[in-house]
């Protein structure tokens, strides 16, 4: 039975406790990223009132610059990162370069492993219509030996994450992530300031009746991405179909529902994003390593997501995410008529 009083916090001390060698320096940084989601959290609930307030780019009404929410994130996010003694580098859909960290205790070896990546706002689209949106992020061990981190360090494999997570911020506000050890949600209760367990263990149905995808660009996609869809929408009760469709357009809500009911969300390449939309390292290696935890799959539409070797920071690539099957089946359309 899920302890309703289970802080996040609580529950990242306990797992770490599980393994012998750990210096509590991940705990600390998953703690940090948290608090900055908390201050985030704030300022998403007070954006409807920026009209009020002010415009912005404009003067509120205390003579404050009013950020752009998604600048906003990324400030704080980033200063959070920096600051926190544990990363040596961070990387963020919203910088065009790494930001390398001096480390702040030289005396101290063990300090400054990690490297961050993060999408602070993911949704922009939907920012300013008060619709669910989100903050990505993802965790990997630097691969340099000290000082501040470098590029090399920065552009891993998705296999070698070794946390990640993403916090939506909707109706409530939930922080769902991974340290490789199953993919655990937390409700942040606004009154207590904390966020609490809610989900543990959570595991996607291994075949769905949804689909979310920009069916706008249907006309842009392959023959064997058509195909899937047109599948997907006839009548068969011996398969389960037609599928059923939900895209709200913030990567991370359409995440999140799929994994709590099932689904398969799609951004494949079409003939505008020859190489897809979204981004390897900000938005497909995390959700991919938590979809794989919770017992569904990621691919490229052929390859593993998790298996890509990235070339740049900003890379982008198609995705196919969510309940198992639905996903396999995605790669069987794409093998046979493309
Ligand atoms: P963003 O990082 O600029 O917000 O873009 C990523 C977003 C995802 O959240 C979402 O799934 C996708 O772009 C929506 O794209 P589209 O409007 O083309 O359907
Ligand atoms: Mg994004």
């Known amino acids: 039975m899920v302890n309703k009083f289970k802080t996040l916090y609580r529950h990242i001390i306990e797992e770490e406790r599980k393994i012998p060698e750990a210096t509590g320096q991940l705990s600390d940084l998953l703690s940090d990223i948290a608090l900055a989601c908390k201050v985030i959290s704030l300022e998403v609930n007070r954006a409807g009132l920026i009209d009020i307030l002010g415009f912005t780019g404009q003067t509120n009404i205390q003579g404050e610059e009013v950020k752009k929410l998604d600048k906003y994130a990324n ?12 990363t040596c580098a961070v990387c963020s859909e919203e910088e065009e370069f790494f930001i390398p960290v001096e480390p702040l205790y030289e005396a101290k070896v063990l300090e400054n492993k990690y490297i961050c990546h993060f999408d602070p706002l993911d949704g922009s689209s939907n920012i ?16 340099s030996l000290k000082g501040p981190g470098t590029l090399e360090d920065c552009i891993q494999p998705g296999i070698n994450q070794v946390a990640a997570g993403y916090v939506v911020y909707g109706s409530s506000t939930v922080l769902v992530y991974t340290a490789g050890k199953g ?9 207590a300031g904390e966020f609490l367990l809610s989900y543990e263990n959570m595991q996607i149905p291994r075949k769905s009746k949804t689909y979310s995808v920009n069916e706008g660009n249907y006309n842009k996609w392959s023959k064997g991405m058509q195909k899937f869809i047109d599948y997907l929408k006839e009548k ?20 999140h529902r799929n994994l709590l009911y099932g689904g398969i969300f799609m951004y494949p390449a079409d003939a505008k994003n020859p190489k897809g939309k979204l981004r390897l390292l900000y938005e497909a290696n995390p959700l991919s390593f938590i979809i794989e935890q919770a017992g569904g799959k990621a691919s490229d539409g052929k390859n593993r997501i998790l298996d890509i070797v990235p070339d740049t920071l900003h890379q982008r690539t198609p995705l196919f995410i969510g309940s198992y099957d639905d996903v396999s089946l995605a790669e069987k359309f794409l093998s046979e008529y493309d």
């Open 75 to 86: 400030e704080i996010l980033t200063h959070v990162m920096k600051t926190s003694g544990h």
């Open 183 to 191: 993919v655990h949600g937390f409700t942040l209760d606004p009154s």
């Open 236 to 255: 068969d009760d011996t398969t389960g179909r037609p599928y059923t469709s939900r895209y709200v357009g913030s990567l991370v809500a359409d995440f």
């Open 128 to 143: 300013d219509a008060n619709i669910a949106i989100g903050t990505i992020f993802s965790i990997y061990k630097r691969k």
